[in-house]
């Protein structure tokens, strides 16, 4: 079983972005989990969402401690927030920053696993024109990790959105997707 | 003694009463301690005894009358209070009986 | 003999007290819409009196349409869900839904689901008939008590003088509440003045939407009179200008019985036992909130 | 889809004629679904949002009455507030389902799950079924109104769902096809003469008072019927298996045959309980089993008597405090296995209160203490508080 955490803010649109990862992982022929931080929404507070990704029914229903990966949203986030507790020490991050993984090192808050770095928001506020980059960033995920497939994530999106947007994000998740995989 | 009105057969599965109007069979007049007795020699078939009546107990006969249901007139006395010619007096239960003068 | 014509929905054998005003609110108000009805009765002395623990034993129901009882509080929401029902099922036409409750079932305990049916414009007739207390548990206050009226929760003793809410008012306005909410209809009516009631029930049959009909009932039994009385006391709590029957009608306030000359309200109040403490203070208090009142209705 | 999707979704292929409610967290969006369904024309019935979760039952009870299917959802405050009207929907045998995203009473003040309001309406009269997965609590709202309107039953059924566990947790849910579900669960027909319909062609006066000479055979008549729903979830669940190919019983024995150890429990925790089950029997080979209690009313005595019959000892973990005397679950189990002869050791679990997370480390321990208690014959403590932060109340009570 893979457990993945995102970290955001309200209104940045995580607990999306874990509902997409997981109807992704159900188009790949897995099973999957997906729920957020529960308590109140309000927009601009940091929050938490997760997805379970398993080749056999995820029936677990307790919370995520030790996470295989750590999606973070929003990198100022990880200045007063742990955002690597617990990730397993094989586990990765993925974080939207226009920053190296080498300069995010050297600020020192992120002090185990193997870091990713998209520049999400740039690439959403240009291909999307907002800099909601909850999708962008699943785009990086799939090129990070192989745990779901590109086209997989695709296919949620326009599930999900109309298909004009779902266009314009799925171009979004396209561009990060090839950044990451350089 | 009367038989049981429910049975295991009529019995529902919750408290309903099947039985509109059912209340004819309730003879209420035997709560009555006073009666009303109309003087048709006085009455002038206003009628406002049979709407005032909280007991749905005067009616106009089909010769034009007014009459006292005793089965369900509880004696309050307002068809004699509001009576105008006061033609209907209310007497004691137990000095006369209902049937005597009607 | 005939006990129940033909369109009687209330018939003979209920097991109201003697003299009882509530009964007869009943009595014309239901009568007057004929049998394509269901009707919510709240828990109170009518529905004790038709449909009652005393009823069941025999099924000695008092009522010729089908009648459902739920709770205390709950008319409002049970007929807004009725109406939903009905709607759902495409078998609202024609038929009246009508909710019956006394004062403390509608001003008090109530009024929230009430309110909330009002509010949601629900298609319903709702008779409150006033006994100005919690006659059923016997003789208690409730928020449309009169000013100053003993009850025996509102008794008067060396330091109490009977029901006391402040500032002063004669007693909480339900009617004009219902008002508030701007449905189609409200209106007042009296037992001593069944023709004027009935015209205001057919008249709220034949709108849509939520309708409240506010009516005075003396209890002989709580209010401390002759059972012979009712119909006296209620007449006279007209005519002193104590009750006022009017109907608004999209707004629009209509008097439906002008008084040339109101009769001093202590002929109303001196044949209850309930005011038989009160002084000519508060007597005058009772006499100038009731000339306010008038003042307010646009009358002397 | 969520858990609130999935029920949303079901209450709209069951035909409901009205939906009735309030919203309160983490209920909200099953009555958001309805009323965009309703608004959109997905769903032919009338919303109307109630002034309070009381006037929402009041509603359900008035359209129930009047012959129309009818859906609504609360929890916590909300079902508490409708608690009288609770008891006037089983007593007039009205066949309304609710969903109940299960979540904490005040005070504390908290939107988190536990099972405390169900429990206090446990004993209304109205069937209880507790989910483990959002599939179940789609596939249990459709089952309810079959089980709820059988005639057999006639009294309402609350479909219980952990609140935000399971309520705000998307999952693959299988939704079956319209006219599949139509032919499963045909139209609500009341039947006039058997109970409360208010149809002015047919007068009766329903719900009024009822002395006392005849008040306990109406009690008995709802026990007979709580009794007879365990025949007629049997019989529905059967047909939903052989119609949809999913199937869940009154309980559902996992691995409990060769278990000495068995956990009773309901809700999420049962998914959980599960999974650590497996892995303690692969990586310690301990005999360990899990009960899922599916329905809780009516509690299906037999089948937990047969399902722990082999057992040597019973851990259940209630979600819920029964405070003076010890949690519910465990009472009722007791109950059921008191008299069948069988004398497995019981130990009594409270865990997950208020959202408190109940982990697979917490359900490791039950597992533990009950091997420990199936070995000596002995239970160590007569209640424990499974996740209890101890340095904050001081030691075990």
Redesign the interface.
């Known amino acids: 079983m893979r457990e993945i955490r995102f970290h955001g803010r309200g209104g940045q649109g995580a607990v999306v972005a874990s509902e997409i990862l997981a109807d992704a992982a159900m188009r790949d022929g897995k099973y999957s989990q997906s729920f957020p931080t529960f308590g109140p929404e309000r927009r601009g507070a940091p929050l938490m969402a997760f997805t379970r990704i398993d080749a056999k029914p995820v029936r677990v229903r307790s919370q995520i401690y030790e996470p295989d990966y750590v999606i973070v949203l929003d990198a100022s986030l990880s200045q007063s927030q742990d955002v690597t507790n617990g990730l397993k020490p094989d586990g990765a991050v993925i974080m939207n920053t226009p920053l190296t993984p080498e300069k995010v090192k050297e600020a020192g808050k992120l002090p185990k696993g193997k870091i990713y770095c998209i520049d999400a928001s740039s690439i959403a506020m240009k291909t999307i024109g907002s800099s909601i980059a909850n999708t962008v960033v699943l785009g990086a995920f799939s090129a990070a990790t192989r745990e779901v497939e590109l086209q997989s994530l695709f296919e949620a999106v326009k599930n999900r959105f109309s298909a004009a947007v779902a266009e314009r994000n799925i171009q979004a998740m396209k561009e990060a997707y090839d950044a990451v995989k350089g | 003694m009367s038989k049981p009105?429910?049975t295991k057969e009529n019995f529902p599965i919750t408290?309903i009463?099947?039985?509109?109007?059912?209340?004819?069979?309730?003879?209420?007049g035997l709560?009555?301690t006073t009666t009303p007795i109309i003087d048709s020699q006085k009455c002038t078939k206003c009628g406002l005894c049979e709407?005032?009546c909280?007991?749905?107990?005067v009616?106009k006969?089909e010769k034009g009358v007014f009459?006292i249901?005793y089965?369900?007139c509880?004696?309050?006395?307002?068809c004699?209070?509001?009576c105008p010619p006061k033609a209907i007096r209310?007497v004691a239960e137990v000095e006369e009986s209902c049937t005597s003068e009607s | 003999?005939?006990?129940?014509g033909e369109e009687?929905v209330?018939?003979?054998?209920?097991?109201?007290?003697?003299?009882?005003?509530g009964?007869?609110a009943l009595?014309y108000a239901l009568n007057a819409l004929g049998?394509?009805?269901?009707v919510?009765v709240a828990t109170s002395c009518m529905?004790?009196s038709?449909?009652?623990?005393?009823?069941?034993?025999?099924?000695?129901?008092?009522?010729?349409?089908?009648?459902?009882?739920?709770?205390f509080?709950?008319s409002?929401?049970?007929?807004?869900?009725?109406?939903?029902?009905?709607?759902?099922?495409g078998?609202r036409e024609g038929?009246n839904l009508v909710a019956i409750a006394g004062d403390g079932g509608t001003a008090d305990i109530g009024l929230?689901?009430l309110?909330?049916a009002a509010?949601?414009g629900h298609d319903f007739i709702y008779i409150c008939y006033d006994n100005e207390a919690y006659m059923n548990t016997g003789n208690q206050r409730s928020g449309t008590t009169t000013l100053f009226a003993a009850t025996t929760t509102s008794p008067v003793g060396a330091k109490k003088r009977g029901e006391q809410h402040l500032p002063l008012r004669l007693k909480k306005d339900m009617p004009a509440i219902m008002a508030a909410h701007g449905i189609p209809y409200v209106a007042t009516g009296s037992v001593a003045y069944?023709g004027d009631l009935v015209r205001k029930v057919k008249k709220a049959a034949a709108i849509h939407g939520p309708r409240y009909i506010h009516i005075h009932a003396p209890c002989?039994t709580g209010w401390g009179f002759?059972?012979?009385?009712?119909?006296?006391v209620a007449r006279l709590a007209v005519q002193t200008g104590s009750w006022v029957l009017y109907e608004i009608e999209d707004g629009e306030l209509n008097v439906t019985l002008k008084l040339p000359q109101r009769r001093p309200l202590k002929e109303y109040l001196s044949m209850q036992k309930r005011f038989r403490h009160l002084n000519e203070t508060e007597l005058s208090q009772i006499q100038q909130l009731v000339d306010r009142k008038w003042t307010e209705l646009g009358l002397q | 889809m969520s858990g609130n999707r999935a029920v949303a979704e079901a209450a709209k292929l069951a035909k409901v004629?009205?939906v009735?409610a309030y919203p309160i967290t983490p209920q909200t969006s099953i009555v958001e679904y309805l009323s965009e369904f309703v608004a959109n024309g997905e769903l032919?019935?009338?919303f109307?949002?109630?002034?309070?979760e009381?006037?929402?039952m009041?509603?359900?009870?008035?359209?129930?009455?009047?012959?129309?299917r009818?859906f609504t959802a609360t929890c916590s405050q909300g079902l508490a507030l409708m608690h009288?009207?609770n008891y006037?929907a089983a007593g007039?045998r009205l066949p309304i389902v609710m969903a109940v995203t299960n979540r904490q009473l005040s005070q504390p003040l908290g939107m988190w799950c536990d099972h405390s309001d169900a429990m206090g309406e446990r004993d209304s009269g109205w069937i209880q079924i507790y989910v483990e997965s959002c599939q179940e609590a789609f596939d249990t709202v459709i089952q309810a109104f079959k089980i709820s309107e059988d005639r057999e039953v006639l009294l309402p059924t609350m479909v219980c769902l952990d609140g935000f566990i399971l309520s705000h947790t998307s999952e693959p849910v299988d939704v079956p096809d319209s006219q599949i579900i139509q032919d499963f669960l045909p139209p609500y027909k009341p039947d006039s003469e058997y109970h409360?319909l208010?149809?002015?062609q047919?007068?009766?006066?329903?719900?009024?008072?009822?002395?006392p000479?005849?008040t306990m055979e109406f009690d008995y008549k709802k026990y007979e019927a709580q009794e007879n729903a365990k025949e007629v979830i049997r019989k529905v669940d059967t047909e939903f298996g052989d119609t949809f190919g999913r199937r869940y019983g009154l309980v559902e024995a996992y691995r409990c045959e060769d278990a000495d150890v068995i956990l009773a429990g309901m809700g999420t925790m049962i998914g959980t309980a599960k999974e650590v089950a497996d892995k303690l029997r692969q990586e310690k080979g301990w005999p360990v089993g899990v009960l899922k209690l599916r329905s809780y009313r009516p509690f299906p005595k037999e089948d937990v008597a047969r399902a722990t019959a082999g057992s040597k000892a019973l851990a259940v973990v209630s979600r819920a405090v029964s405070y003076g005397v010890g949690a519910p679950v465990y009472s009722d189990v007791a109950a059921a296995i008191s008299n069948s002869g069988q004398k497995p050791v019981l130990l009594n679990f409270i865990a997950g209160m208020g959202g408190r997370d109940v982990t697979q480390k917490n359900i490791a321990q039950v597992f533990e203490q009950g091997l420990k208690a199936a070995q000596t014959g002995e239970v160590q403590s007569e209640i424990e508080w499974v996740g209890l932060n101890k340095n904050l109340v001081g030691a075990s009570p």
């Open positions: 009105y429910w408290p009463i099947r039985n509109p109007a059912g209340s004819l069979a309730f003879k209420c709560w009555r709407v005032y909280p007991d749905e107990a009616h006969s009459e249901n089965d369900y509880k004696g309050c006395g307002i004699a209070n509001e209310m | 003999m005939t006990v129940a009687s209330l018939v003979a054998g209920h097991r109201a007290c003697p003299g009882c005003g009964i007869l009595k049998r394509n009805m269901i919510h529905e004790v038709i449909m009652g623990g005393g009823v069941f034993p025999r099924g000695e129901y008092a009522l010729t349409v089908p009648s459902l009882h739920t709770a509080e709950t409002g929401a049970v007929v807004s869900g009725m109406d939903a029902g009905l709607k759902a099922l078998k038929v929230q689901t309110s909330g509010e949601r069944p002989p002759p059972e012979s009385k009712t119909i006296e | 004629n009205v009735s032919a019935a009338e109307v949002q109630a002034e309070s009381f006037g929402a009041s509603a359900c009870i008035g359209a129930s009455s009047v012959g129309a009818v009288e009207l006037v007039l409360t208010l149809d002015v047919k007068p009766l006066a329903a719900g009024g008072g009822c002395p000479a005849f």
